[in-house]
């Protein structure tokens, strides 16, 4: 498992990679003292894991990551000295958020977390062949106490809410334990279209579509009037694909 560290204090990467040394399975192939840095060093050796800093001189850890192409995101463990970001670090997906100053067993407990997402994932890649899910599919979904067997062309929306997705439709908002990214695989890109880190929309419920900022656009959901934006680069792959 290929690993970079990411913080701007260098006696902090070093104290880091001496507490993985235990760790023989996650292999440091790279540190970075800022993003700028840290971007170029994604790209080129593509980790399968970042150990990130938030509060780090020019972009922070979140705009790191809002810099970076969705298939080159790695998972995160965020590593901080500031407790007031959890919230907005599982917004991001990270599988764990650890204060410094580090301690082993708090950090055995992150790296335990990291190797049981990277098993799931890999069983599921056995059953891949498993076929993409399209608006005709039926799927079955449990919150709680609740199921539902619901037609995927009545979800309008798709939202990332940390470790779960929540999936709108009709005025249902049920939560399913699953990533954006694992679900937007598995579902029909003709049908459904990843608009931005947070959001998939059913593209048959797009009422209206205006300009946004910065050269992204903003679509309006039939019916629940929920406003989404695209973000500008996903805006250009939206423009490429249904334009004629």
Known sequence: MKALIIDD????????????????????????????EAKKLVEELRPDLLFLDIQMP?????ELLESLEDDTIPEVIFTTAYDEYALKAF?????????KPIDLARLSEAVHRVFEEFDRKHEGESVSERKILGENDQVFIKDGEKCWFVKLGKV???ESMGNYVRLHFDDQKPLV?????????????????????????????????EPWFSGGLLVTLRGSGEKI???????????????L
């Open 58 to 62: 020019g972009k922070n850890g979140f």
């Open 177 to 209: 334990l699953k990533s954006l990214n694992a679900l937007e695989e598995r579902l029909d890109p003709v049908c459904f279209f990843r608009a931005n880190r947070k959001h998939i929309i059913n593209l048959q419920w797009i009422d209206k579509i």
């Open 91 to 99: 917004e991001y997906n990270a599988l764990d958020y650890i204060l």
């Open 229 to 243: 934006e695209i973000s500008r680069r996903q805006a250009i792959r939206f423009k490429d694909m249904l334009s």
């Open 156 to 158: 309008r929306l798709f």
């Open 9 to 36: 204090e260098r006696l902090a990467r070093n104290e880091l990679r001496r507490l993985l040394e235990n760790f023989p399975k996650i292999e440091i192939v790279g540190e970075a003292a800022n993003a700028d």
